[in-house]
């Protein structure tokens, strides 16, 4: 989203993104809300660009964890590929996927989404639906887990040794408890900016959370859904930085 304000004859920028150089990241605190986003339909939809460092590891985008210290939903770029993107579902991998035409160094803007209906899971880049597929009997619990972008956690225990840092910038996040279909995912690929536009008051409601990062904040980003799920900025908070055009 574009915005400029004016001040006598000069033009003032607008945040548009945040920018993560590894050592740092944001968490969202477990409440009933964040439960409630695995407890049924849902969807996560991220706008992120990558950085022109070499990722030697994978780097994570988003990720709720369990009670086990796994991973019950994460998005990541694939480490030295380039081309790689990697999505977690119940602590499996649901997919290794070879992007065709990505390549995260570029520094392109690509969109990430992940969409559940049922038990029918389907995965989206850049508007593409890469899988979709049912999986029966699938029970999502991120038990007393944070949900964290930029970063993930890792083995023993919950909540522990965060790591895997994203470098580069997130454009937003969205988190929904309710699945999205194509014709949606299609819209908010060519139209990111428009989300009050597509919906209604109504339509609006199974928004849980937005991270719009289109203001500078310290310590603290708000959640601009109203549900609460402020995002605290953790790590070396010096090395934050954001993006403006």
Not at 58 to 65: E, K
Not at 108 to 135: I, P, Q, T, W
Request: aromatic share 12%; proline share 2%.
């Amino acid at each position: 989203m574009r915005l400029f304000s004016q001040c006598g004859n000069e033009s003032v920028e607008t945040v548009t993104s945040i920018g993560f150089t590894g050592e740092q990241y944001l968490e969202i605190p477990n409440n009933t809300s964040i439960k409630s986003l695995v407890s049924g339909d849902f969807a996560i939809e991220v706008w992120a660009r990558g950085d022109s460092s070499r990722a030697d590891v994978a780097r994570t985008l988003v990720m709720l964890g369990n009670n086990n210290g796994g991973n019950e939903i994460a998005f990541y770029q694939g480490a030295i590929d380039s081309s790689l993107v990697i999505v977690y579902i119940d602590d499996n991998r649901f997919g290794m996927f070879n992007v065709s035409g990505l390549d995260w160094t570029t520094g392109e803007k690509h969109y990430l989404c992940l969409s559940r209906a049922d038990n029918f899971f389907s995965f989206y880049f850049d508007g593409r639906r890469l899988k979709s597929v049912s999986m029966e009997n699938t029970d999502l619990d991120i038990g007393s887990s944070n949900m964290l972008i930029g970063a993930d956690y890792d083995l023993p225990g919950v909540n522990s040794s965060p790591g895997n840092f994203w470098v580069g910038t997130i454009d937003e996040v969205r988190i929904w408890t309710k699945a999205i279909q194509s014709s949606e995912v299609s819209f908010h690929k060519k139209y990111p900016d428009k989300l009050t536009e597509h919906y209604s008051s109504d339509g609006l409601e199974p928004l849980i959370g937005i991270w719009r990062f289109n203001s500078e904040y310290i310590g603290l980003i708000p959640d601009e859904s109203g549900n609460g799920n402020d995002a605290i900025i953790r790590g070396n908070s010096e090395s934050l930085f954001w993006v403006r055009k």
